[in-house]
Structures are given as structure tokens and as C-alpha cells.
T-cell receptor, first 110, second 115 residues
Framework: KNEVEQSPQNLTAQEGEFITINCSYS?????LHWLQQHPGGGIVSLFM???GKKKHGRLIATINIQEKHSSLHITASHPRDSAVYICAVRYGGATNKLIFGTGTLLAVQP | DGGITQSPKYLFRKEGQNVTLSCEQNLNHDAMYWYRQDPGQGLRLIYYSQIVNDFQKGDIAEGYSVSREKKESFPLTVTSAQKNPTAFYLC??????????????FGDGTRLSIL
């Protein structure tokens, strides 16, 4: 069993829909990252959070430390949101090393 | 703008050859990382470096080597000992290893294929 599980693996949505991607983890962590990987392969960091909720534009990330679960929401989805979304967790303690989920492939159709 | 530059974007290697992937950053970050990405798998850590002239093995270091002679550069060599080198390789950096409040910044990756 992977230490970081994402669901769904693949997601197709219509433009304008509200999208949720989930991430569950089994280790104690100090922080959780949401990353976006473009079709060309480059990765952009969307959020880093250790508690509560963060919002940036149409993106919202939440984390529940007790339940070891995080969600990434996209409101009013757009075709340009099509990408792979990756959850990664950082172990607790003095380290910056990450454990990555396998990613969620999102396709938003016009 | 500061960032991480990986080159080349696509690389082809013949069987038995060593090949070196370049990673340069102008973010003044101390820590740098190399990851490997395979279809259906999460990124896996190959090597990381906390500071110049220091580096540590990650989870899948066999068949790879690195150097860190300069702060801004962390090249990865895929040696002929790596049995399955075809993959997408990503380089990342962060301000300092151990700073849990700092994100990692990623390059655009290099896709390596065996001829």
C-alpha cells in the first residue's frame, strides 16, 4: 500500500464544474503539498499546508491532520486546468524530503 | 526571474553509455534534489544535496551518480549500471534541507530514452 493515496486516478469534467481531488496518507507529516504537472512535464507548486485551508484564485486546499486527509478543489473549472495534480507529504521531523502520490489526471472539456 | 533550468528536454542514450543530465538553479537555494518519474508511479528520490560538496543517496540511487561542486549546479549521471533508465527526470531545489516551511521548486524535466 502506498503511503500517499490519491483519488480518483483519472477525472473528466465539463467546463464550469466543481472538482474535488482527494489525498490520504498514512504517515505523520509536517506539511502537505499540492502540485500541478503540465502536459510538458514541468511541475508547479500550488499549495503547501500543514493545517486548515488555503485559497488561491479558483483553487482551494484543505487538510485534516487527525484524519490524515487533504482535498484540492477547483471551482468553475476551465480547460486550462487540465493537468496532473500531485499530492506530496513531508515527513515529520527535520527533513524536506517528500513522498509523492501517483497523481490525478484531470481533463476539463469545453 | 529565478528558477530551475534542466537540459536537455529530451535525451537519447545508446545501451552501455553514460549520460549526464544538467540542472542549474539561480534561486540561491542550498538544497537540491533529483527525482525519477515512471508511468503510474509517484516521483521517487534518486539523490539529494543539502549543501555544496555534500550529497546523499535517496531511495533509488543504484546506477546513478551526482556531484555538487557549485551551489547552483547539481548534475545527474545515469550510468550503464542503471538497468532501466528510460524515465522522466525532475530536478528540484529548496532553500535549505530541514526547513519544513519551505516548498520545493521544480524544473521542467528531462525525458531520457534508450535507443
Amino acid at each position: 500500500k502506498n503511503e500517499v493515496e490519491q483519488s480518483p486516478q483519472n477525472l473528466t469534467a465539463q467546463e464550469g464544474e466543481f472538482i474535488t481531488i482527494n489525498c490520504s496518507y498514512s504517515v505523520g507529516i509536517s506539511a502537505l503539498h499540492w502540485l500541478q504537472q503540465h502536459p510538458g512535464g514541468g511541475i508547479v507548486s500550488l499549495f503547501m499546508l500543514s493545517s486548515g485551508k488555503k485559497k488561491h484564485g479558483r483553487l482551494i486546499a484543505t487538510i485534516n491532520i487527525q484524519e490524515k486527509h487533504s482535498s484540492l478543489h477547483i471551482t468553475a473549472s476551465h480547460p486550462r486546468d487540465s493537468a496532473v495534480y500531485i499530492c506530496a507529504v513531508r515527513y515529520g521531523g527535520a527533513t524536506n524530503k517528500l513522498i509523492f502520490g501517483t497523481g490525478t489526471l484531470l481533463a476539463v472539456q469545453p | 526571474d529565478g528558477g530551475i533550468t534542466q537540459s536537455p528536454k529530451y535525451l537519447f542514450r545508446k545501451e552501455g553509455q553514460n549520460v549526464t543530465l544538467s540542472c542549474e538553479q539561480n534561486l540561491n537555494h542550498d538544497a537540491m534534489y533529483w527525482y525519477r518519474q515512471d508511468p503510474g508511479q509517484g516521483l521517487r528520490l534518486i539523490y539529494y544535496s543539502q549543501i555544496v560538496n555534500d550529497f546523499q543517496k535517496g531511495d533509488i540511487a543504484e546506477g546513478y551518480s551526482v556531484s555538487r561542486e557549485k551551489k547552483e549546479s547539481f548534475p545527474l549521471t545515469v550510468t550503464s549500471a542503471q538497468k532501466n533508465p528510460t524515465a522522466f527526470y525532475l530536478c528540484a531545489s529548496s532553500i535549505r534541507e530541514g526547513r519544513s516551511d519551505q516548498p520545493q521548486h521544480f524544473g521542467d524535466g528531462t525525458r531520457l530514452s534508450i535507443l
